[in-house]
C-alpha cells in the first residue's frame, strides 16, 4: 500500500535522521557508560588499596605493641617489680625501678608510635610508666583493664584522654581478680597518632579519610568535614558493613565513592568518601563535547534533508505515486513533470513501461477469461457422458421388465437433467437447481434400487448461492452405486447444507459398504495429483472445479459416515453479501 504524501515529508526525513543518530548516541551512551564503570572500578581498587596498606600499618604497628608488651610480661628485669619490697634499701629499689624505665623508654623510642608503657604489681601497689605522672589506682586499672584493644577514656596523669589501651596479666587466671595479680603490663597510644596518620593520609588526595569505632565514636583528621562525617556514619551504621566494601553514596546532594576497609586489631572501620564528580570531570567534559557535535550535525542534516527533499524525494515520491495508480489499474497513468535531472530518463522509461503493460494486460486478461471457459467446459463434457451411459443401461433394464411407467418417469427426469446440462451460456448455476437435478437423479435411481431413499436437508439462505454445474451429482452417484447399490440393507443418502465458520458447506453421506480409513486417506491423496485411470475422472473434475471457481480456501473432504458409508464434505468460503 502506497504510504500517503503529506506537506511535511521535510519533518519525517529529519525525524529518519535524528532515528539514524540514536545508534550512535546510544553506543556512545554505553561507552560512556563503560568507561564510568572502568574508571569508578579503578578509583575504587586503588581507595581501596590505599586503605588497606593504611590499615595494614595499623595492624603491624598494633600487633607489634601487642607483641611489645607480652614480651615485658616474660622479660625476668620486668618481673623484679614484684620483688621489690624485698630490697632493703630505698635506694636499691629506686635503681631498678630506674632500669625498669629505661628499658621501657628503649621500647617507646623504638617504635613509630609515642606509646605509654606501663607495669604495674598490684599487691605491692607499685607501678612503673613512661609517664613520670602515673600513678597506681586499682579502681582506674579494674575500669579501664582490658585483653584486647579497647577506645577507653583515661586518667593520664590527672587528665582524662581517649586512648586505645591494652593489658597482660600474669598470670592470666588473675585476670578477673586482677588485684591479686602479680603482674600487669599495660600498653596504650592516644587517638591523635592515628589522626596524624590519617592526616598523612589525606595528603596529595581529595578524601576525607576517618575511624569509625563500634560506639559510634569517630577518630578524623584535622581538616575532617564533621557534617559529612556524622551524615555518613549514620548510614553506615545503619547498613550492615562487610570486611572491605565500596558504594556511592549521595551526601549534601553530591556523589561520593565510599570505601571502608575493617581494622580487626583495634575493633573498628577505616572509612574514606571521595567526590565522583572530582573522578568523571575529564569524561563528562568529553561526553558534552560529543552531544554538542550531535546537535551540530543535527542541524547539518536537517539542510541536508531539505536539499535531498527537493531535489530526489519529491521525483520519488511522484514515480511511487504513478505506479500505484498503474497497481490499481489505471493503466493510463503518464508522469508529464520534468525534473531536469537524472529522473527524466527514469520518467521516460516509466511512460514506456505504462503504455506497454496496459497493452499486454488486456490481452492477457482476454486470454485467461478463454482458457479459463475451455477448461471449465472441458470438465463439464468428462462429467455428463458418464452420467448419461448408467441412464441408458437402467432405460434398457426398465424396459426389457415392461415398466412402462418407470421408463416415463425416469425419461422425464432425463429430459429435465439434459436441459439443465445442454444449457451452456453459464458454467455455473444456482445450488438449487444442482439440487433439483440430483432429485431428479435419485429418483431415476429408486427405480433400479428398491431399498434406496433419499433427504435433501438444505437452509433456503443457500439455494442461491452459484456453484459448478454438475458438482454434487457424481457425488451422489458414487454414493449409490459403489455404497449402497452393493450392500443388502436399506440405504439411504442424505444431502445437507449449512453455513459456518465463514464456510459453505454441503455434506453428502450414505450407510452403505464405506471405505476403510488407510483406502479414505489415499483417496483424499490421490485427488491432489494430475487425473489418472486410477484417480477417477469424477473425484479429480470436482476437486479441480472448486478450486478453479472459489481458490485456494476449498476444499473436497472424505471421512467415515457416523452410521456406516461414507461422509463427502464440500466447503468453500463465504463471499461479502452471501
Known amino acids: 500500500m502506497l504510504l500517503p504524501i503529506k506537506t511535511n515529508t521535510l519533518t519525517k526525513m529529519i525525524i529518519v535522521l535524528v532515528l539514524l543518530l540514536i545508534p550512535i548516541l546510544v553506543l556512545y551512551s554505553l561507552s560512556n557508560r563503560v568507561s564510568v564503570s572502568v574508571v569508578s572500578s579503578e578509583i575504587r581498587a586503588m581507595k581501596q588499596k590505599d586503605l588497606r596498606f593504611l590499615a595494614t600499618e595499623f595492624d603491624n604497628s598494633v600487633d607489634n605493641l601487642s607483641t611489645l608488651a607480652f614480651l615485658l610480661s616474660e622479660d625476668i628485669h620486668i618481673q623484679e617489680l614484684q620483688q621489690l619490697p624485698s630490697i632493703r634499701t630505698a635506694y636499691e629499689r629506686n635503681s631498678e625501678k630506674s632500669r625498669m624505665l629505661e628499658r621501657l623508654r628503649l621500647l617507646n623510642v623504638a617504635e613509630r608510635w609515642d606509646t605509654q608503657y606501663s607495669v604495674i604489681a598490684p599487691q605491692q601497689q607499685d607501678i612503673v610508666s613512661t609517664n613520670p605522672r602515673a600513678a597506681f589506682d586499682l579502681e582506674e586499672l579494674k575500669r579501664i583493664a582490658s585483653p584486647t584493644w579497647q577506645f577507653k577514656e583515661m586518667n593520664v596523669g590527672g587528665r582524662m584522654e581517649y586512648r586505645y589501651v591494652r593489658h597482660v596479666v600474669k598470670p592470666e587466671s588473675m585476670r578477673d581478680r586482677i588485684e591479686q595479680a602479680g603482674l600487669v603490663v599495660e600498653v596504650s597510644f592516644p587517638q591523635d597518632l592515628l589522626a596524624k596518620d590519617l592526616d598523612r593520609f589525606k595528603l596529595g588526595g581529595q578524601g576525607d579519610p576517618f575511624m569509625l569505632l563500634p560506639s559510634d565514636q569517630m577518630i578524623t583528621n584535622s581538616t575532617a568535614d564533621l557534617d559529612k562525617m556524622e551524615e555518613l556514619s549514620r548510614r553506615i551504621v545503619a547498613e550492615p558493613l562487610r570486611g572491605q566494601d565500596s558504594t556511592v553514596m549521595e551526601l549534601a546532594g553530591e556523589q561520593y565513592l565510599v570505601s571502608t576497609v575493617r581494622i580487626e586489631s583495634l575493633d573498628g572501620y577505616l572509612v574514606d568518601y571521595y567526590p565522583l564528580e572530582a573522578i568523571l570531570e575529564p569524561i563528562v567534559k568529553s561526553r558534552n563535547l560529543f552531544y554538542g557535535s550531535i546537535g551540530l550535525l543535527l542541524i547539518l542534516s536537517t539542510v541536508a534533508a531539505y536539499l535531498l527533499y527537493r531535489n530526489v524525494q519529491r521525483?520519488?515520491?511522484?514515480?511511487?505515486?504513478?505506479?500505484?495508480?498503474?497497481r490499481d489499474g489505471e493503466y493510463s497513468t503518464r508522469i508529464t513533470v520534468n525534473p531536469n535531472n537524472e529522473f527524466s530518463y527514469l520518467f521516460e522509461r516509466f511512460n514506456d513501461m505504462?503504455?506497454?503493460?496496459?497493452?499486454?494486460?488486456?490481452?492477457v486478461y482476454a486470454e485467461q477469461i478463454s482458457t479459463r471457459e475451455a477448461n471449465l467446459k472441458q470438465l463439464q463434457s468428462q462429467i455428463n457422458p458418464h452420467f448419461l451411459y448408467n441412464c441408458f443401461a437402467l432405460i434398457r433394464s426398465l424396459a426389457r421388465l415392461g415398466k412402462k411407467q418407470q421408463v416415463m418417469d425416469m425419461a422425464m427426469h432425463l429430459s429435465k437433467y439434459y436441459r439443465y446440462t445442454t444449457r451452456s451460456e453459464k458454467s455455473s448455476a444456482a445450488l438449487s437447481e444442482e439440487l433439483n437435478l440430483i432429485e431428479s437423479y435419485l429418483e431415476i435411481q429408486?427405480?433400479?434400487?428398491?431399498?434406496?431413499?433419499?433427504?435433501i436437508d438444505v437452509p433456503d439462505s443457500m439455494l442461491r448461492l452459484e456453484v459448478p454445474r454438475l458438482l454434487l451429482q457424481p457425488l451422489v452417484e458414487n454414493a449409490v452405486i459403489h455404497g449402497i447399490e452393493k450392500s443388502a440393507m436399506d440405504g439411504i443418502v442424505t444431502i445437507s447444507g449449512e453455513q459456518a465458520d465463514g464456510l459453505n458447506c454441503i455434506t453428502i453421506e450414505d450407510n452403505g459398504m464405506g471405505m476403510t480409513l488407510d483406502q479414505i486417506q489415499e483417496l483424499q491423496h490421490r485427488i491432489t495429483l494430475p487425473s489418472t485411470t486410477e484417480t477417477g475422472t469424477a473425484l479429480w473434475n470436482i476437486h479441480q472445479r472448486i478450486f478453479l471457481q472459489f481458490g485456494n480456501e476449498a476444499s473436497l473432504n472424505f471421512a467415515p459416515g457416523e452410521h456406516g458409508g461414507m461422509k463427502v464434505r464440500i466447503q468453500w468460503p463465504i463471499e461479502p453479501g452471501e
Open 446 to 455: 429408486k427405480m433400479h434400487i428398491q431399498h434406496l431413499s433419499y433427504e
Open 354 to 363: 505504462a503504455s506497454d503493460i496496459d497493452r499486454l494486460i488486456h490481452k
Open 315 to 326: 521525483p520519488i515520491w511522484l514515480l511511487i505515486r504513478n505506479v500505484q495508480r498503474l
